[in-house]
Antibody
C-alpha cells in the first residue's frame, strides 16, 4: 500500500524554524526525484522545492530560495524540508509529491499534507 | 520563471454543457503541461499529461490540447461529479509552476 506521510507541521512564530518530514512506503523512493508543494488556504498549489533521486541536485521557487532546504535520506525513505526565517505568508498545507512514473512525469503520488501556521 | 495564466477563474455551466478552460504560458513549454482536478479537502488528481494524454482511469469526456504556449482543457459533457477546481501545471523545467485555478460549478 502506498503511503506518503508528512509530519512536523504546527504553529510557529515569524522568524522561527521548522523541519518537515515525509516518510514514504509502498513505492520506489530512491529511484525518483521528490518535491515539496504547498497550498495556502483558498489558493492554488505552489511547487516549492525539488530534489534529485540521489540528493545531489535541488531546486527552489524564488519565494523560498535561501530560506528553505530540501534533503532526503534514501536509507530511510524519508524526504525533509528545513524551513528557516518563516513568514506569515508561509502559512499553508505542505505536501510531498512524486512523479507518477518514469514515463509520466507529473505528480501521481501525494501525501495527506501537514499544516504549517506562522503566527505570533 | 515562466508565468502561467489560467482562465476563466471560475465558471458556472449546466449539466451536459461543454466546458473549456485555457492555460497560457509566458514561454514555450513544448507539450510539457498537465491538468489536475482538485475537490475540496482532497489533493490534486492528475487528469492529463503531455498536454493531451488522458491519465488511466480518467473519463473520456475530459480532453486536452495545445502546444507551445497555449493549452486547453475541455469537458465534453459536464457532470455533477466534475464540480472541482482545475489547475494546469508546466513541467518542462523547474520549478513546476501551477496555474491559478478554475473553479467549475453547476448552474
Amino acid at each position: 500500500q502506498v503511503h506518503l506521510v508528512e509530519s512536523g507541521g504546527g504553529v510557529v512564530q515569524p522568524g522561527r524554524s521548522l523541519t518537515l518530514s515525509c516518510a514514504v512506503s509502498g513505492i520506489n523512493f530512491s529511484g525518483f526525484g521528490f518535491h515539496w508543494v504547498r497550498q495556502a488556504p483558498g489558493k492554488g498549489p505552489e511547487s516549492l522545492a525539488s530534489i534529485s533521486n540521489d540528493g545531489k541536485v535541488d531546486s527552489y521557487a524564488d519565494s523560498v530560495k535561501g530560506r528553505f532546504t530540501i534533503s532526503r535520506d534514501n536509507s530511510n525513505n524519508t524526504l525533509y524540508l528545513q524551513m528557516n526565517s518563516l513568514r506569515p505568508e508561509d502559512t499553508a498545507i505542505y505536501y510531498c509529491a512524486r512523479p507518477t512514473s518514469f514515463q509520466i512525469v507529473p505528480f501521481g503520488y501525494w501525501g495527506q499534507g501537514t499544516l504549517v501556521t506562522v503566527s505570533s | 520563471d515562466t508565468q502561467m495564466t489560467q482562465s476563466p477563474s471560475s465558471l458556472s455551466a449546466s449539466v451536459g454543457d461543454r466546458v473549456t478552460i485555457t492555460c497560457r504560458t509566458s514561454q514555450g513549454i513544448r507539450n510539457d503541461l498537465a491538468w489536475y482536478q482538485q475537490k475540496p479537502g482532497k489533493v490534486p488528481k492528475l487528469l492529463i499529461y503531455s498536454a493531451s494524454t488522458l491519465q488511466s482511469g480518467v473519463p473520456s469526456r475530459f480532453s486536452g490540447s495545445g502546444s507551445g504556449t497555449d493549452f486547453t482543457l475541455s469537458i465534453s459533457s459536464l457532470q455533477p461529479e466534475d464540480v472541482a477546481t482545475y489547475y494546469c501545471q508546466k513541467y518542462n523545467s523547474l520549478p513546476w509552476t501551477f496555474g491559478q485555478g478554475t473553479k467549475v460549478e453547476i448552474k
